[in-house]
């Protein structure tokens, strides 16, 4: 009797247990709530809506410059703000962003802006804008992380990889721990075998084999070599990693340690813990966070070593005499010192950040040693000059091809076309009546990329 009664008393405590099982699940779907959308509730990844209304203005030109991309090499860079990468643009998740995009362009080149953090129609705001005009659209920076920002007019390989990109930071809403934070861009140039007119021109060849020559961070090869990160002992550090590519995936990985976090995107809520190393894709970033307990100097790579050698290398260097982390980083910052200094991305006075490639412009006017003929100067970055004055009734324009790809002359209410092998030189003849023509290079892409100008014919004006 007493072992049937032990027994009924513990199946009672059983049906007991299983009945305040199901009730509490019962009742919380009876009052509507679940558990995993509050805890989504109290992490939450994004921003509803139309934001907090706090609009931050953010302006940038494009212009074309030359930088130096590796000692001693210099290399005609297509730019927003006067430097590759862009400058470093920070704000808040929720934030409106009111952006403007004032085309600078002395190669007769359109631009436009694609910028990954945003949900805003392509068709609308991501337009090509023409040399020498503006364009100005509102979006709200919804979702915290680290994002690309780029050209998009087509071929977008081109405007990439000659240096039309930068990177992004929104913060989330809910501020992070107090860091030590550096941006950095991860990217690859293709210059051509010899410099044109000083500087070296991005060869398409080479972007389209993924064939480059440097794999850099933050616009040159081994940039933080002889000028490292700093940081001290058991601080926390925050690199916001981001890939402008444009097509190369990066490896990051930080020599002699371990990453506490990784974030992917540099959303808050994607944490990864205990991570060696991280994969960012072409177009995509992270956020990487790690103490350093012991001072030393700390390498910082991409840990596919066939590139590493090319310039993707960087140091840290951790010191108990390191200067104090900044307390704040500025809205736009300059991208050489990993984001702490701040520029306004505007070119002062209206014109170029600085000129082309230094050598003399080609000929407007006949020049000797071309019988008399115009000179026109062909490269990926466009036609040099952009603008032609022949006299007529018969046009001649010796043609000389820079670039180490083909190129040709065209003007179609004319019927003239005259292809340009690489490094190749010819002359033009036909006859023209007094007017204004478009010449441009017919080859797919070509003229998209900016590859057109103007020949007037007739009295000089």
């Known amino acids: 009797m007493r072992r049937f009664m032990l027994g009924a008393v513990a199946l009672e405590v059983a049906l007991l247990i299983v009945g305040l099982t199901w009730i509490g699940p019962l009742s919380r779907a009876r009052s509507g709530e679940r558990p995993s959308e509050a805890a989504r509730a109290a992490a939450s990844y994004r921003t509803q809506g139309r934001g907090s209304g706090e609009i931050v203005e953010v302006r940038l030109d494009a212009v074309e410059t030359v930088q130096e991309i590796a000692p001693g090499v210099r290399y005609h860079v297509w730019t927003f703000g006067g430097t590759t990468p862009g400058p470093v643009?920070?704000?808040?998740?929720?934030?409106t962003v009111r952006f403007t995009l004032t085309n600078r362009s002395s190669l007769s080149l359109s631009h436009s802006i694609d910028f990954h953090a945003a949900q805003t129609p392509w068709d609308v705001n991501y337009q090509a804008v023409p040399?020498?005009?503006?364009?100005?659209?509102?979006?709200?920076?919804?979702?915290p992380g680290v994002f690309m920002y780029h050209c998009g007019v087509p071929p977008v390989l081109h405007h990439i990889a000659n240096g039309m990109y930068g990177a992004i930071v929104v913060e989330p809403r809910e501020e992070l721990a107090p860091a030590r934070e550096y941006v950095l861009v991860s990217s690859e140039f293709y210059p051509g075998a010899e410099p044109v007119r000083g500087a070296f021109e991005g060869d398409p060849a080479r972007m389209e084999a993924v064939e480059p020559s440097y794999v850099v961070f933050n616009g040159a090869a081994n940039r933080y070599v002889d000028a490292p990160l700093a940081a001290r002992p058991n601080e926390l550090i925050r690199l916001w990693v981001m890939n402008a590519g444009p097509t190369l995936r990066t490896a990051f990985h930080v020599i002699g340690a371990v990453f506490d976090h990784v974030y992917p995107d540099g959303n808050p809520t994607n944490a990864l813990n205990g991570i060696q190393t991280w994969d960012v894709p072409p177009g995509g970033g992270a956020m990487f966070e790690l103490r350093i307990p012991d001072p030393g100097t700390y390498p910082f790579v991409t840990h596919s070593f066939a590139y590493t050698g090319l310039g993707g290398l960087g140091m840290i260097q951790v010191s108990r005499d390191a200067p104090p982390a900044p307390a704040s980083y500025p809205v736009m910052a300059s991208p050489f010192d990993g984001g702490l200094t701040p520029t306004t991305g505007v070119v002062e006075g209206g014109g170029a950040a600085a000129s082309p490639p230094a050598s003399p412009t080609p000929a407007q006017e006949p020049s000797a040693g071309s019988g008399g003929a115009v000179e026109l100067h062909a490269a990926i970055s466009g036609f040099l000059p952009p603008s032609l004055h022949a006299p007529g009734p018969e046009v001649r324009i010796a043609l000389v091809n820079d670039d180490p790809m083909p190129h040709d002359f065209t003007?179609?209410?004319?019927?003239?076309?005259?292809?340009?092998?690489?490094?190749a030189t010819a002359t033009a003849r036909f006859p023209a009546d007094p007017g204004t023509y478009t010449f441009y290079c017919s080859i797919p892409g070509h003229r998209e990329a900016g590859m057109e100008g103007t020949l007037v014919v007739g009295a000089a004006h």
């Open 89 to 95: 643009i920070r704000v808040r998740e929720g934030d």
């Open 131 to 143: 040399p020498g005009e503006s364009y100005t659209f509102d979006w709200v920076a919804r979702f």
């Open 411 to 423: 003007i179609d209410e004319l019927g003239v076309k005259v292809a340009l092998d690489p490094g």
